[in-house]
């Protein structure tokens, strides 16, 4: 099916371990972006991508790191997750910049 | 000051009623963006607008570049209606990256 998905949806973890968040298109979009959303503020980006193998910094980079070997593909790790990071991640993509048209369902992080 | 803000932050209606909803910014922008965010956390892009106003269905939204203001408006309301409605402009010297209202949450009645 076309579309943007998410994995895994829900996940609990402890604060330390390392977690990957899943992102895949089938849409081919050039440009990525991971969000979180957290209560009292709007979304906020984290990483985003122009294209495979291109990734900058977003807004609130600090603990998280991204790769896109793939156009597909844009996973994002936390390296050794903290409780701040408990938060819902979107992942989404555009075919062109400055507009950010599919999201996915999200994932509802909890850092224990 | 945030660089985008909602007004107001909850709205309830009546089925039927004439909604609008705002969004100021302080940046310089080429497009403005509107979002609606389902109960169930599904995010969707509305519009996409530089200039003037967009029309889709029941969804009606307008920009005034020179007063740095947007609205959207929503006719005959309809309970499906309620959500997160959310703007988002480009950052001014980074035009991928978007900046994000806290958005409106509206809840509309039978």
């Known amino acids: 099916d076309a579309g943007i998905t998410q994995s895994p949806r829900y996940k609990i973890t402890e604060t330390g371990r390392q977690v990957t968040l899943m992102c895949h298109q089938t849409w081919s979009h050039s440009y990525m972006f991971w969000y979180r959303q957290d209560l009292g503020h709007g979304l906020r980006l984290i990483y985003y991508?122009?294209?495979?193998?291109?990734?900058d910094k977003g807004e609130v980079p600090d603990g998280y790191v991204v790769s896109r070997s793939k156009t597909e593909n844009f996973p994002l790790t936390l390296e050794s997750a903290t409780r701040s990071q408990t938060s819902v991640y979107f992942c989404a993509s555009s075919e062109w910049t400055g507009w950010v048209k599919f999201f996915g369902p999200g994932t509802r992080l909890t850092v224990l | 000051k945030n660089e985008v803000e909602q007004s107001p932050q909850n709205l309830t209606a009546q089925e039927g009623e004439f909604i609008t909803i705002n969004c100021s910014y302080s940046?310089?922008?080429?497009?403005l963006h509107w979002l609606q965010q389902h109960p169930g956390g599904g995010i969707v892009s509305l519009f996409m607008l530089s200039s003037g106003k967009k029309k889709h269905g029941r969804l009606i939204a307008t920009i005034n570049i020179q007063e740095k203001h947007s609205s959207l408006h929503i006719t005959a309301s309809h309970p499906r209606d309620s959500a997160v409605y959310i703007c988002?402009?480009?950052?001014?010297?980074?035009?991928?990256?978007?900046?994000f209202g806290t958005g409106t949450r509206l809840q509309v009645f039978p």
């Open positions: 991508s122009a294209a495979a193998d291109i990734t």
């Open positions: 940046v310089g922008i080429s497009a």
């Open positions: 988002a402009v480009p950052l001014r010297d980074n035009t991928d990256k978007l900046i």
